[in-house]
């Protein structure tokens, strides 16, 4: 061994000492390791002053640093021992907004894990051309049912309009797709005209130049949820030619997001002149009104009376799309604002801070209460959100009216109640520590109430304050009150 | 009377030790033979049960002994009440650890 070494090992060891320094709890580690390292010192001084320096002295050096890390787990185990428990935790602000937090948070994951949630939030920013209608037979009991079929629409076409501007249809079926030589499968495929995605006002992504697009290749939409899904999200793939059915169609772009507002769930549309749409099969009809015909749109419905070639009479029913559903962040603020409206008479807003003597908390004090408060009622107000949407749009289709009212039902009821119960919580909270108060103790009777006070006495385990709430409210004593308690009463508390 | 804790063997070494004169970690290691990852553990345990206490070297005596300041332990009234109790159950500690006046004699 060399004198060059000595450092190395000196180095290695204090090492291994700052390593097992990270065991020790925090508030004891720099003491702990100024005592290693002073013994270490001593014993290699008394190591190297018994014989000269040798792997032997080293190899016994580095055991004494090894019992380190023993000692450094006892000091870990005591402190494990004697951590505060939960219940010296209890009633604490910490602990409150704890819990509020992991509520948030629950909420929060659920709208980013539940899939009908997600879809519901897309919705609300997307956009529909003002004046945007479906159209279905009034005979067909359900709107996810096609019930149209493309002459109706040839003939809509061929006659002179005072109320729409456009027609498009489409119908759904399930077709085969070949993405590569090896790659393909079934998808939902839309065969609309051409015009639908420019009626309604949905705008493309990745749209392919229009000088492409107008080849005579069929152009394909695809959703997005099958670009990313099954075409890893490829940008390259539009203007591609995929083999649709048996013919080639050519990606002109890609629909962003969950869009799609009309019934049939599908993966991708395939644009075609209405000449091409054959006529067998029922589907949809999406029309566009001009200012008279949206002048005819009532309540978000339209009737439409139609005539044949036999003058036979026809009846449907046009649907607005463009008549936005409340997005869930509407509903929302008006749940939160009828909660606002309602608390008053269902709880007192008066935050009762009335004083026995003329003591009261410094202002820093009072605008840390009050900053309390705010805090629980903003959490209150997002777990709220979150929850109204996760529990609203979990499981039931998007855009149905159902999920609108249970939204606001659950946003109002937990925004109402929860935000009573932090008006209740905030006044049995010590205005010094913000503690809750506890150990509710029943002070005087009743029937002397002209003599002293009756009610419930409690107190704050930090020494702070007593809360005396009357029994009774009389014109000398209707609210709580609180007493400061002065340095006289640290002997109880003490220990 | 308070009922005297039961000390083991190795802690009543550690115990006699302190009182021999050996006060800080490392004389206690050398005297008894137990290694590091042993002493101090039950050390620290001593000092929890308030059998020892420990203070720390003044910085000016070890700055003219040009070294660190060492931490010195020293046994508590209830330590020297344990010693007294365990001598009596390990009659050979004092012969294998004796006091700083044993050994001048």
Known sequence: MTPHSEPLFHAIDRGLLCCASYLVPERQRAEWRLEWESELWHARRSNGASCAASWQTEREIAGFCFGAFQDAACLRRFWWQNRPRFGALQGSPAICIFWLGCLLLLGYAGSLLLPGVRVEQNFSSAQVRPGTILIQDEGAKNSSVPSMVIDQVRIWERSRQRYADGFAFYRVARETVELGPHAGGTWQIARASSNLFTLAGWPLHYMVPKEQARSDVPRLVLSERVWRQQLGANPEVVGTVLLVGSRPARVVGIAPGDAWRLPGNSDAWLLESDSEINSGGRGYVVAHLTRIGRSEVWGGLVRITSFDSRRTEHDFLGKSLDEQMPGPANIYWFGIFLAFLALPAIVSVSLAEYSFSSHKPSWMRRAVRLGFLGLKIILIMLIAYFSSVDLAYWHFPVFSPDGVYIQLVISLTICLFGMRWALLDQRQRCPVCLRRVTHPAQVGLVSRMFLAWSGTELICAGGHTLLHVPGLPTSWFSTQRWMFLDSSWDFLFAG | ?105
């Open chain 2, 1 to 105: 009377m308070a009922s005297v804790a039961k000390l083991s063997h190795t802690a009543a070494m550690i115990l006699q030790a302190i009182d021999a004169g050996l006060i800080y970690g490392f004389s206690i290691m050398e005297m008894t033979g137990l290694p590091s990852g042993t002493v101090y553990p039950a050390m620290r345990r001593l000092e929890r049960d308030k059998l020892i206490c420990s203070r720390w070297e003044r910085q000016s005596i070890a700055d003219a002994d040009q070294r660190p300041p060492r931490k010195y332990y020293k046994l508590t009234t209830t330590g020297a009440e344990a010693l007294k109790a365990s001598r009596n159950r390990y009659p050979l500690l004092e012969r294998m650890i004796p006091t700083v006046e044993e050994k001048s004699l």
